[in-house]
């Protein structure tokens, strides 16, 4: 009598997968190839190369704008580094990193006001120079300024550290896409004085066709923007216009609680899942735009029903692009505390849950391409 056995292969790179020769592709553990409850595997080789670290899937840099930082930090300029603070997290790429590192930083946060009302900005300073420190940038707090739109003074005050800072060399301005890098070059230019002959104009950078705007400082030196850095691992990437538009922050967020038990989950809309596949019961503090649908789920079946709301636009917002797991990457965090211990789990460009864990497995689920991290808490809740 015939039997047909389906050929398994590996869910990253395709190779089919075996588990005789670990010297050849598609090499996986014979008990993990033979366990007929998982649906989908990864070869030994992409697991490791997708492993959960504390971030994911980095930014993509251009290869021009590579060529202008490098010239920077090789004359000693400053560079001044815009973050938005209500998502950064996931904006480090090693090769800026590495390439950065040991130069002269300074590091800005915008954005400010969307954090829920209260926060700290001393704590926050903190956090940012410990998230640089963690992407291998040797950043302390007193090397962080925050700006808020509402204050005049921290721009000022911003503006005057970077004239104390750059030493008479350029200066200049990088961050990712939506970082606030305009805002912030607008709000300079309203209390700016020209002390040169030339005037601020946009130009190709010497050696390269990356376009920068030039702000002549003195004679001397100058304020350069460059052009925003991708934002392509970010879940606001590639959204429609009206999707962007209903969960796009523009005041501050606000808390939202849910208790998950083991085999539950967490439907955040129809943009990621997060599941207790093991361990205690949670609180998980949740810091999206109140757009953002959460809905709690048994784990039973749990793709396929957040593959079927998602597709009927039953959870808000729905994303088209998500047709089945195969469109999703996946996660699983393990957490072993002996006591609570609070931790962030971010989506990068969406915002971030905090958890007190203790003994928890997390199983999480986002988009294709899409970045999350964990940290120690962006917001302290006394």
């Given at each position: 009598m015939e039997q047909i056995k389906k050929i398994r292969k590996c869910y990253s790179c395709g190779a089919t997968l075996q588990c005789d020769d670990p010297s050849k592709e598609g090499y996986v553990n014979k008990e993990v190839l033979e366990n007929p409850t998982q649906n989908f595997l990864f070869c030994n080789r992409c697991f490791e190369a997708e492993r959960f670290s504390s971030v994911s899937n980095e930014p993509y840099?251009?290869?021009e704008f590579i060529e202008?930082?490098?010239?920077?930090?090789?004359?000693g300029c400053l560079i001044v580094y815009v973050v938005n603070l209500f998502s950064f997290e996931t904006s480090f790429s090693k090769e800026l990193t590495e390439l950065i590192s040991g130069g002269n930083i300074l590091v800005v946060g915008t954005k400010f006001d969307l954090l829920p009302e209260g926060t700290s900005l001393y704590d926050t300073?903190?956090?940012?120079?410990?998230?640089?420190?963690?992407?291998g940038l040797k950043i302390k707090s007193e090397d962080v300024m925050i700006t808020t739109k509402q204050d005049d003074d921290s721009i000022q005050e911003t503006l005057t550290r970077i004239f104390?800072?750059?030493?008479?060399?350029?200066?200049?301005i990088i961050g990712q896409s939506d970082s606030g890098k305009t805002a912030l070059i607008s709000a300079f230019l309203k209390i700016y004085s020209n002390l040169s002959n030339g005037n601020i104009m946009t130009h190709e950078y010497k050696s390269t066709n990356l376009k920068v705007m030039e702000i002549p400082l003195n004679n001397r030196s100058s304020m350069y923007e460059t052009p925003g850095i991708s934002i392509t691992n970010s879940i606001l990437f590639g959204l429609d216009a009206k999707?962007?538009?209903?969960?796009?922050?523009?005041?501050p967020v606000k808390a939202r609680e849910m208790s998950i038990s083991e085999h539950q989950s967490l439907f955040i809309g129809g943009l990621g899942i997060i599941e207790v596949l093991e361990g205690d019961k949670a609180t998980f503090t949740c810091y999206f735009h109140d757009n953002v649908q959460l809905r709690k789920s048994h784990i039973t079946d749990v793709e396929k029903k957040f593959i079927s709301l998602?597709?009927?636009?039953?959870?808000?917002?729905?994303?088209n692009r998500i047709k089945s797991t195969k469109d999703m990457e996946i996660f699983d965090i393990?957490?072993?505390?002996?006591?609570?211990?609070?931790?962030?789990?971010?989506?990068?460009?969406?915002g971030w849950v905090t958890i007190n864990s203790t003994n928890q497995k997390l199983r999480i689920y986002v988009p294709k391409g899409?970045?999350?991290y964990t940290s120690r808490p962006k917001v302290k809740n006394d």
């Open positions: 840099i251009d290869e202008v930082i490098k010239q920077a930090k090789e004359k300073s903190e956090y940012v120079a410990h998230r640089f420190r963690v992407a104390e800072l750059k030493n008479g060399k350029d200066v200049f999707t962007l538009k209903s969960i796009y922050l523009t005041k998602n597709s009927k636009g039953q959870l808000n917002p729905s994303l393990t957490f072993q505390n002996k006591k609570p211990i609070a931790r962030d789990i971010g989506f990068a460009g969406l899409v970045a999350i």
